[in-house]
C-alpha cells in the first residue's frame, strides 16, 4: 500500500550541484507531476506527464528537468541548484475517474540550496 | 484563468471556538472539482474533501464542514469545537476535469488553536 513514494526527504545541496528527486507510484496512473511549496504560496506545478514518454511544463518549470520512462517513475532533475530552488517538493500522481479527478501526494522532499 | 484565492493567511482561536476558512476560486470550465488539503507540522498533505462542481450540498463530516457555494464561487470550510490537533495549514484547491492533472492551490491558511 505504498502510494506515491519519493526520495530523498531531505537534502542539502550546494549551488551548481546537481540531483534528482525520485518518485515512484504503484497505483498504475497514468498522470504524474512535481509541485514545490513554498513560504505564502501554496503548491505550485512544475512539470507534469500524461503518460511514459510524454511531459510538458507547468507553472514554473525553469530549472528543471524531467522524463517519464516508465508509468511507475517520474524523477526531477535539477541540473545546476541554486539557492532559490531552496523549497519543499512533493510529487503527486492522479487519474480521472467516474466521481471526478483524484491526486495522491507523496510525503514531501525537503530541498536546500545553499 | 484559474485561480483559487485564500485571503486569510493565518487564524488563532482558543479550542472549542468555531473557525471559518475561507476559500474562492476562478475557473472558465463548467466541470471542476474543488479540494481541501490539511498539511500539520510533519509536513505531509492529508486529503480531506472533494467537491464536485455540479454537487451543491453541503458536507459535514464529524467537526468539519463544507459550505459550496456556486453562485459567489466560494468553497469554504468550517472546523466546529476546534482542537489542538487542527492546528495545521490548510489548502484549498481546483481541478478542471478537461486537464485534471493539473492542480491548482491556494496560498493557504494557517490555523493555530491554542489551549
Known amino acids: 500500500n505504498a502510494g506515491v513514494t519519493q526520495t530523498p526527504k531531505f537534502q542539502v545541496l550546494k549551488t551548481g550541484q546537481s540531483m534528482t528527486l525520485q518518485c515512484a507510484q504503484d497505483?498504475?496512473?497514468?498522470?504524474m507531476s512535481w509541485y514545490r511549496q513554498d513560504p505564502g504560496m501554496g503548491l505550485r506545478l512544475i512539470h507534469y506527464?500524461?503518460?511514459?514518454?510524454?511531459?510538458d511544463q507547468g507553472e514554473v518549470p525553469n530549472g528543471y528537468n524531467v522524463s517519464r520512462s516508465t508509468t511507475e517513475d517520474f524523477p526531477l532533475r535539477l541540473l545546476s541548484a541554486a539557492p532559490s530552488q531552496t523549497s519543499v517538493y512533493f510529487c503527486?500522481?492522479?487519474?480521472?475517474?467516474?466521481?471526478?479527478?483524484?491526486?495522491?501526494f507523496g510525503e514531501g522532499s525537503w530541498l536546500t540550496v545553499v | 484563468a484559474q485561480k483559487v484565492t485564500q485571503a486569510q493567511t493565518e487564524i488563532s482561536v482558543v479550542e472549542k471556538e468555531d473557525v471559518t476558512l475561507d476559500c474562492v476560486y476562478e475557473?472558465?470550465?463548467?466541470?471542476?472539482?474543488l479540494f481541501w488539503y490539511k498539511q500539520p507540522p510533519s509536513g505531509e498533505l492529508v486529503f480531506l474533501i472533494r467537491?464536485?462542481?455540479?454537487?451543491?450540498q453541503n458536507e459535514i463530516s464529524g467537526r468539519y464542514s463544507w459550505n459550496f457555494q456556486k453562485s459567489t464561487s466560494s468553497f469554504n470550510f468550517t472546523i466546529t469545537a476546534s482542537q489542538v490537533v487542527d492546528s495545521a495549514v490548510y489548502f484549498c484547491?481546483?481541478?478542471?476535469?478537461?486537464?485534471?492533472?493539473?492542480?491548482?492551490f491556494g496560498s493557504g491558511t494557517k490555523l493555530n488553536v491554542k489551549p
Open positions: 467537491r464536485n462542481s455540479f454537487d451543491e
Open positions: 475557473t472558465r470550465d463548467t466541470t471542476y472539482y
Open positions: 503527486a500522481s492522479s487519474y480521472s475517474g467516474d466521481t471526478g479527478n483524484t491526486i495522491y
Open positions: 497505483m498504475n496512473h497514468e498522470y
Open positions: 506527464s500524461v503518460g511514459a514518454g510524454i511531459t
Open positions: 484547491a481546483l481541478s478542471e476535469r478537461d486537464n485534471f492533472n493539473k492542480f491548482y
